[in-house]
């Protein structure tokens, strides 16, 4: 990234949310929620042998990849909300930029490999732990790590071709490349085939294999014939079915957003939507109606709080 012509020494100015106290209290909350409400999911996973289970274990991951999603742009918007500084120097908003491809591309591979994962435990029942055995999910979340290191670098290594003018101010509370690419002076034209691209493999594919998977999987639960059997089918690929909708729908509101309307907090609001809000609400998506995870969640809280009351007991007793 040429620096040249830039201000600020290299800097770029996020104007995203200046009302210091309000946002900075409620985007505080929501992180502290996501994070939270992930690393417990995260440990119950992995601390309950029941759960051992390839559903599950992508679950882990996603979990874990959202608390990175979040992590990539939050704190350093709320740090910049606390201070009222909203420079970023061209390194960071690189990185930035990186690491938030890596985290919504992994996303959308982990949500695909899941609705695969459904589609061969309800299509495929006798034949699911064949089929789903841990070599090939380790073999799936290590591809999808890789693939969307590839996709980012692929877009993000381009950038260093630009040059950008002295207008660095971007009406967000992160880095967004649509948002940095409009900056630039130079030509932008590769820049663009490159995210048409990796938008394509890392979007466009994934969604179509989850939506090929989930039509199998309603067609199979269609041709069972009584409703116990298509309720109990259904609710194993419901909870993935709302983070679906909730992933893609508020993400495609983004861009709809920003394409229908130049209003900058019009995409700002849906900006916080994609990047905060989802993340936050996965955890009690997939908790709150499964008994599994509620009882794997109970049983770690209940080992995580001190019993106080057991100290007084035994030494009343001795």
């Known amino acids: 990234m040429e620096r040249g012509n830039q201000t600020g020494a290299g800097h770029f100015l996020l104007l995203g949310f200046t009302e210091k106290p309000f946002f900075f209290g409620l985007f505080l909350s929501m992180y502290l929620v996501t994070f939270t409400g992930n690393l417990l999911l995260i440990l ?26 979040t992590s990539t742009t939050v704190p350093k918007m709320l740090w910049n909300t606390q201070t009222q500084r909203k420079l970023i120097t061209c390194a960071g908003c690189l990185s930035q930029i990186f690491f938030f491809i890596v985290f919504g591309c992994l996303d959308n591979l982990l949500l695909t490999v899941m609705a695969y994962d459904r589609f061969v435990a309800i299509c495929h029942p006798l034949h699911y732990m064949v089929i789903m055995n841990p070599q090939l999910c380790r ?19 381009t950038l260093l071709r630009l040059s950008f003018c002295t207008n660095m101010e971007i009406p967000h509370f992160f880095c967004d490349l649509p948002e940095v690419l409009k900056l630039a002076c130079s030509d932008t034209f590769v820049n663009t085939m490159v995210v048409y691209f990796v938008t394509i493999v890392l979007g466009v594919f994934p969604l179509s294999g989850i939506l090929f998977s989930y039509s199998q999987i309603f067609s199979s639960i269609l041709k069972i014939s009584s409703a116990r059997g298509k309720y109990k089918a259904f609710s194993t690929c419901g909870s ?56 794997a969640l109970g049983r770690l809280l209940s080992r995580a709080v001190p019993l106080s009351v057991g100290g007084p007991l035994q030494d009343s007793h001795e």
Do not use: Q
Not at 59 to 68: E, G, K, P, T
């Open 240 to 295: 993935h079915l709302s983070v679906v909708s909730l992933f893609y729908g508020t993400g495609l509101g983004v861009y709809l957003s920003s394409a229908a309307t130049s209003s900058s907090r019009t995409s700002l609001v849906a900006s916080v939507m994609y990047t905060i809000v989802t993340p936050m609400l996965n955890p009690f998506i997939y908790s709150l109606r499964n008994r599994d995870m509620k009882g």
């Open 139 to 157: 073999l799936l979340a290590v591809g999808s790590w890789c693939i969307s290191v590839m996709g980012s670098l692929l877009e993000t290594l």
């Open 44 to 69: 119950a996973v992995s601390s309950d042998s029941r759960l051992h289970t390839p559903m599950y274990f992508f679950l882990a991951n996603l979990s874990f990849v959202d608390i990175c999603f």
